[in-house]
């Protein structure tokens, strides 16, 4: 069985910097594209960034474009999200995800993804 498991989270001031890590044991890093995702209390989970398969394509969510940044290393099976300029409205569990088979159209939807870490918590605050 795929397992994921994040780090990385914490409790940081507005404008600062956190990376969170995601790693996938159990199966092949490579053939499997992988996401973030978050979920503030009494929210639903959205959709942050991901990477396809390949790694040569990601995607990110509008309210953290340009601050956000997805990056994988496949040798290492290892995902991270830097996260740049934080804001108290970033304030969320963060989880990643994983799937072999998920297409492009749908890789903002959570629902279709088979596998799911713990999550990890970020907290922006004075």
């Known amino acids: 069985q795929g397992q994921l498991v994040e780090s990385g989270g914490g409790s940081v001031q507005p404008g600062d910097s956190l990376r969170l890590s995601c790693v996938l044991s159990g199966r092949t890093f490579s053939t499997y594209a992988m996401a973030w995702f978050r979920q503030a209390p009494g929210k639903e989970r959205e959709f942050v960034a991901a990477f396809r398969r390949t790694g040569s394509n990601a995607y990110y969510a509008d309210s953290i474009k340009d601050r956000f940044t997805i990056s994988r290393d496949n040798a290492k099976k290892v995902m991270f999200l830097q996260m740049n300029s934080l804001k108290p409205e970033d304030t969320a569990v963060y989880y990643c995800?994983?799937?072999?088979?998920?297409?492009?159209?749908?890789?903002?939807?959570?629902?279709?993804?088979?596998?799911w870490g713990q999550g990890t918590q970020v907290t922006v605050s004075l």
């Open positions: 995800a994983a799937d072999s088979r998920i297409i492009a159209s749908s890789m903002k939807e959570p629902e279709q993804y088979d596998y």
